[in-house]
């Protein structure tokens, strides 16, 4: 990139670089009319480091930059304009092309991720508020049939998975830490009250939340919960953690949920594709689980079932070992909800069943 014709300098100052190579530097008017960026912005570039001037005059005080830097200063509006923090733009604007391009590949990812998580929101909202405003919803055309089963595995010691399969409620956690299995069934029992179904009317978001909020686990103990209760004719979604959500319809297999873990936080930002994260060795790191103390909370969001859907929530023990195209088969070729279980947690044994597994089956049948 070089100055554009019809913005020479105003005002030029020459000056010995530290090469000895003589060069002309533009006053700060002139790199401003240059690089179109305000006074102020280039002021504030420099005290943060991201802009230093090429000279400073120690009488005055006066900046003045080399026609060098007109490049990096477009560079650093440019990442402005992108939304990214000045911290971050510090880091890419040092970087070599190549790197930087894969900075700001790898940034807008994560807004990518971030925006899907917020519209996620959004829509729950819109729903929620709708719904509060129409009268109380007496629809129960829809009922669940379904099964819950939970196994140690052929490794660990202990149980620290929960499944729960009852009434409105279908639900399971994975339990972690000392006292790991406390956790996970004290997550699902609090969901417990809700299980007979919640009005259509009800304040969803307030009661699910409320549910969960002060939960009480041992120090260091903490677990992760995936659970949906029938509200109405529909299914409210509560996620945290690796443990998943999906959905079996019309033959297709579909994860509803977004694993809170280091290696899908590395999928998002583009840095690992979806297979690498299978076998990454830190695929067990989670980012967000109960309790969840100043965080964000679980995600939440209405779900619209229909006669024929297949649901299946089940732990890591599940999921991170039997493959997801044989998950998918186990749902199709089975011919309930309990054979669906057995199926499963026969395939993950067949696996070496490393860890707990959790899982739960419910199918959506007309009432
Ligand atoms: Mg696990």
Same mark, same amino acid.
């Given at each position: 990139?070089?100055?554009?014709?019809?913005?020479?300098?105003?005002?030029?100052?020459?000056?010995?670089? +530290?090469?000895?190579?003589?060069?002309?530097?533009?006053?700060?008017?002139?790199?401003?009319? %240059?690089?179109?960026?305000?006074? +102020?912005?280039? &002021?504030?570039?420099?005290?943060?480091?991201?802009?230093?001037?090429?000279?400073?005059?120690?009488?005055?005080?006066?900046?003045?930059?080399?026609?060098?830097?007109?490049?990096?200063? &477009?560079?650093? !509006?440019?990442?402005?304009?992108?939304?990214?923090?000045?911290? &971050?733009?510090?880091?890419?604007?040092?970087?070599?092309?190549?790197?930087? !391009?894969?900075?700001?590949?790898?940034?807008?990812?994560?807004?990518?991720?971030?925006?899907?998580?917020?519209?996620?929101?959004?829509?729950?909202?819109?729903?929620?508020?709708?719904?509060?405003?129409?009268?109380?919803?007496?629809?129960?055309?829809? %009922?669940?049939?379904?099964? %819950?089963?939970?196994?140690?595995?052929?490794?660990?010691?202990?149980?620290?998975?929960?499944?729960?399969?009852?009434?409105?409620?279908?639900?399971?956690?994975?339990?972690?830490?000392?006292?790991?299995?406390?956790?996970?069934?004290?997550?699902?029992?609090?969901?417990?009250?809700?299980?007979?179904?919640?009005?259509?009317?009800?304040?969803?978001?307030?009661?699910?939340?409320?549910?969960?909020?002060?939960?009480?686990?041992?120090?260091? !103990?903490?677990?992760?919960?995936?659970?949906?209760?029938?509200?109405?004719?529909?299914?409210?979604?509560?996620?945290?953690?690796?443990?998943?959500?999906?959905?079996?319809?019309?033959?297709?297999?579909?994860?509803?949920?977004?694993?809170?873990?280091?290696?899908?936080?590395?999928?998002?930002?583009? &840095?690992?594709?979806?297979?690498?994260?299978?076998?990454?060795?830190?695929?067990?790191?989670?980012?967000?689980?109960?309790?969840?103390?100043?965080?964000?909370?679980?995600?939440?969001?209405?779900?619209?079932?229909?006669?024929?859907?297949?649901?299946?929530?089940?732990?890591?023990?599940?999921?991170?070992?039997?493959?997801?195209?044989?998950?998918?088969?186990?749902?199709?070729?089975?011919?309930?909800?309990?054979?669906?279980?057995?199926?499963?947690?026969?395939?993950?044994?067949?696996?070496?069943?490393?860890?707990?597994?959790?899982?739960?089956?419910?199918?959506?049948?007309?009432?």
């Amino acid at each position: 990139m070089t100055l554009t014709q019809g913005q020479a300098p105003a005002s030029v100052a020459p000056e010995t670089t +530290k090469e000895g190579r003589m060069t002309t530097l533009l006053s700060i008017g002139a790199f401003a009319r %240059a690089t179109r960026l305000t006074l +102020k912005a280039l &002021r504030l570039y420099d005290e943060l480091g991201l802009l230093p001037p090429a000279r400073v005059d120690p009488a005055s005080g006066y900046r003045w930059y080399a026609p060098e830097q007109v490049e990096r200063a &477009r560079l650093v !509006a440019w990442l402005r304009r992108l939304g990214m923090p000045l911290a &971050r733009i510090a880091e890419v604007a040092a970087l070599p092309p190549g790197a930087a !391009a894969e900075a700001v590949a790898a940034y807008w990812a994560r807004v990518e991720a971030d925006t899907a998580a917020r519209r996620e929101l959004a829509t729950f909202l819109v729903d929620h508020l709708a719904e509060r405003g129409r009268p109380a919803m007496t629809d129960h055309t829809l %009922a669940l049939r379904c099964a %819950a089963r939970s196994d140690r595995g052929l490794v660990r010691e202990l149980n620290q998975d929960a499944a729960y399969a009852a009434g409105g409620l279908l639900a399971v956690a994975d339990g972690f830490g000392a006292g790991g299995e406390a956790a996970s069934a004290a997550a699902i029992d609090a969901l417990a009250p809700l299980a007979s179904g919640l009005p259509g009317g009800a304040d969803l978001l307030g009661a699910l939340e409320d549910a969960l909020t002060g939960l009480a686990v041992r120090e260091g !103990a903490g677990t992760t919960l995936t659970a949906l209760v029938r509200s109405g004719s529909r299914l409210a979604l509560v996620h945290i953690g690796d443990t998943r959500a999906y959905l079996l319809r019309d033959g297709e297999l579909s994860q509803v949920t977004h694993d809170h873990s280091y290696v899908q936080s590395l999928v998002d930002e583009g &840095r690992l594709s979806p297979e690498e994260a299978e076998s990454h060795p830190q695929r067990a790191l989670l980012l967000r689980a109960l309790p969840d103390a100043g965080g964000s909370g679980p995600d939440l969001s209405l779900q619209e079932p229909r006669p024929g859907d297949r649901y299946l929530l089940c732990s890591d023990g599940l999921s991170a070992i039997v493959p997801a195209a044989e998950l998918a088969d186990a749902l199709r070729a089975a011919a309930d909800p309990d054979a669906a279980v057995a199926a499963l947690v026969d395939r993950a044994l067949g696996y070496g069943a490393p860890d707990n597994i959790a899982c739960v089956v419910a199918d959506v049948v007309a009432a």
